[in-house]
């Protein structure tokens, strides 16, 4: 499940949710993003109902249309230019988060794929961001 927005957990609340979804801690704060490298734009784009593409959901820059093919051009690597990632759509596809290896077929539903055989996923708190680990 994913924090509530604009909400700040206390460590004991976090504990609580943690117990019903082991991998609540990628949302309780937000990413920082600036300069990283960042799948969307290259692999991952935003369209919305008329055709238009961005790199992102919360990156206002069209790189062109759907429709009729101009985003094409625009598609490659390229750093985060917003200086933090809050959201699950967004955060998920930074490179430096391995979060592609926690929800592997199911990276936008937030679904996670099974842990190594005697493994299980939680999160591994640093200073920010939130790396996943496996336990056993």
Do not use: K, Q
Request: one cysteine or more.
């Amino acid at each position: 499940m994913n924090a509530a927005e604009g909400h700040t957990y206390t460590d004991t609340e976090a504990a609580e949710w943690t117990t019903l979804d082991p991998l609540f801690g990628y949302s309780r704060h937000p990413h920082r993003s600036a300069g990283l490298p960042c799948r969307t734009g290259a692999s991952v784009v935003s369209v919305d109902g008329d055709g238009t593409v961005r790199r992102c959901h919360f990156v206002p820059t069209e790189l062109g249309n759907l429709y009729d093919g101009s985003y094409r051009a625009a598609l490659r690597p390229r750093p985060c230019p917003l200086a933090v990632c809050d959201c699950h759509i967004g955060y998920v596809h930074l490179e430096s988060l391995p979060l592609y290896d926690v929800f592997a077929g199911g990276v936008l539903e937030r679904v996670p794929a099974p842990p190594p055989p005697g493994a299980s996923w939680s999160v591994g708190h640093t200073v920010s961001p939130s790396i996943p680990v496996w336990s056993r």
